[in-house]
């Protein structure tokens, strides 16, 4: 500890409050636009959640909060854990956002699309996945999600299942990777079946769930992520990023042909 020291610590700070104030604020002037473009009808798809929310959509991360393209927009929320919200759900400002958002007159005609639970994955569920009860969460986490759609107004809401594991990927600052590529894709095999058992189980009384799964076309007979449809070993490619958008083309059509 030097004399300069306690000097410094204030400076530090105010930094953080700054960074904080100029994030917050930033966050409101686009919940804003967000609320205006919902208004004249010009929100067409919204993504909400972990970085895949942020970049299956787009190529680059941005603002947390932001219009992509042709009524396109991001909600990025950080790298949250489908454990976190199934246990807390959204964050409360934010569901205040998508609740005026369900008050427009369009709202019925936007589709929400939810991305949680690689880290999961990645981080956490090794070394307790095969004890009784350690995917519980599941059936909480897809409740969550349906609380949302409903102060979204929507009548389906899409739910991204996590994509495969990969060694390509360089390891994180403060999200370490545990377990080997066999365990992670095992681990990964069972929230998979989690998902759509709880999907297939929930009441006909809410809005609808619908699992965007890709899982076997982005893998290889290992079950790895395959390396012509990522350019990191976490986020997918243009290539991976077409094979989602087919798959979601087809979740709607079946599911307005089954109505």
Not at 234 to 241: E, P, Q, S
Request: glycine residues 8%; proline residues 6%; neutral net charge.
């Amino acid at each position: 500890m030097t004399a300069a020291d306690p000097h410094r610590v204030p400076f530090h700070r105010l930094r953080h409050v700054l960074r904080v104030t100029k994030a917050r604020t930033a966050f409101l002037i686009y919940s804003v636009r967000l609320f205006w473009a919902a208004w004249r009808g010009q929100l067409e798809e919204i993504w909400v959640g972990d970085s895949h929310a942020a970049l299956i959509p787009a190529t680059v991360l941005g603002a947390p909060l932001r219009h992509i393209e042709n009524g396109r927009w991001v909600c990025h929320l950080g790298p949250r854990l489908q454990f976190s919200i199934a246990r807390q759900g959204l964050p409360p400002a934010v569901l205040r956002i998508f609740g005026l958002v369900g008050r427009t007159k369009h709202a019925k005609d936007v589709l929400w699309v939810y991305s949680f639970g690689e880290i999961d994955v990645r981080c956490h569920l090794v070394p307790r996945m095969e004890e009784p009860g350690t995917y519980d969460f599941v059936p909480a986490y897809l409740e969550r999600i349906r609380e949302s759609a409903r102060a979204t107004g929507s009548d389906r809401v899409l739910v991204l299942v996590p994509p495969p594991e990969s060694d390509v990927a360089e390891e994180q600052i403060g999200f370490p990777v545990v377990g080997t590529l066999q365990e992670r894709t095992r681990a990964l095999q069972l929230l998979r079946d989690a998902m759509h058992k709880a999907a297939a189980s929930m009441s006909g009384d809410g809005p609808e769930i619908l699992l965007i799964d890709v899982i076997d076309q982005f893998s290889d007979a290992n079950g790895v992520w395959r390396q012509e449809l990522t350019y990191d070993g976490l986020h997918t490619n243009d290539a991976g990023r077409a094979i989602v958008r087919q798959e979601i083309d087809r979740l709607l059509a079946a599911a307005e042909a089954g109505r």
